[in-house]
C-alpha cells in the first residue's frame, strides 16, 4: 500500500513539475524524475556485518576473507535496500577518532543514481556522531565513480604522496576534514 501511495504521489508530482517548465526545460526534468522516483524507495542504514552483505560485496571487490570481515571490531557498515534487497554496502573502519573507507558496491542496475554518495553521507554521519575528525581513502585512478562520488561530497585528493597498487595502478588517496 505505501508503495502504491509512493507510486501516485510521484505520479501527481510529475504531472505538476510538467506543467510549470517551459519545452526547454523538459529534458532535464525528465533525467531528475527518473533519477528521484528510482531512489524513492531506498533505505539507506547503518547494518550488521553478515555473510549476505560480505557476499554481496565479494561479487564485485576482492575483499579480505569472511573472518577478518566478521571478527575485527573496528569494521561497521552502511547498507541500501530497495525494499528488502540488499544493493549497496560500503564497509569501514572507525578507530582512534578516525574512518578508513575500506569498500563499497553498488548493485550493477542502481549504479549511477546516488546510492553511493548517499551511504557516504551516512558514514559522514556516523562519524560526526563519534567525534571523528577525518574520513580517508584510497580509489584506483581508473574508478572514475568511485572518486566522483566523493569529491562530490567534499572529499579532497591528497596529492602530497604517490602511491600505487601491487599491479601498477596509481592509488588516489582522498580525505574530508569533519
Ligand atoms: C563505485 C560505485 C560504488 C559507485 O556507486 P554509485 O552508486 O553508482 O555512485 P554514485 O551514483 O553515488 O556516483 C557515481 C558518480 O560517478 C559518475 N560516473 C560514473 N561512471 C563515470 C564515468 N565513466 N565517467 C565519468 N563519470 C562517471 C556518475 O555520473 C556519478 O556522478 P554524478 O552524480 O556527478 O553524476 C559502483 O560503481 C560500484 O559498485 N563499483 C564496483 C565496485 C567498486 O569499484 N567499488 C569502489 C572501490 S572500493
Known amino acids: 500500500m505505501k508503495h502504491l501511495k509512493s507510486l501516485n504521489e510521484s505520479q501527481e508530482r510529475k504531472k505538476q513539475q510538467y506543467t510549470v517548465v517551459s519545452k526547454d526545460s523538459v529534458k532535464y526534468i525528465k533525467r531528475f524524475q527518473v533519477f528521484y522516483e528510482s531512489i524513492e524507495n531506498i533505505i539507506i542504514t547503518e547494518c550488521e556485518k553478515s555473510k549476505d552483505s560480505y557476499d554481496f560485496v565479494s561479487k564485485y571487490l576482492n575483499i579480505f576473507d569472511y573472518d577478518s570481515y566478521i571478527n575485527n571490531e573496528n569494521l561497521y557498515q552502511v547498507c541500501a535496500f530497495d525494499n528488502d534487497k540488499l544493493i549497496g554496502v560500503s564497509i569501514f573502519r572507525m578507530k582512534d577518532s578516525k574512518i578508513h573507507l ?22 559522514i554521519e556516523i562519524g560526526k556522531e563519534n567525534n571523528c575528525t577525518l574520513i580517508t581513502s584510497n580509489v584506483r585512478q581508473s574508478n572514475i565513480a568511485s572518486i ?19 599491479d601498477g595502478e596509481k592509488k588516489i588517496p582522498l580525505y574530508l576534514n569533519l
Do not use: C, H, T, W
Not at 567534499?154 to 597498487?165: A, E, M, P, T
Open 102 to 123: 575500506n569498500y563499497s558496491a553498488v548493485d550493477e542496475s542502481y549504479r549511477n543514481k546516488g546510492i553511493n554518495k548517499k551511504m557516504k553521507i551516512k558514514i
Open 148 to 166: 566522483k562520488s566523493q569529491q562530490a561530497l567534499g572529499f579532497k585528493i591528497n596529492d602530497r604522496v604517490d602511491l600505487k597498487y601491487p
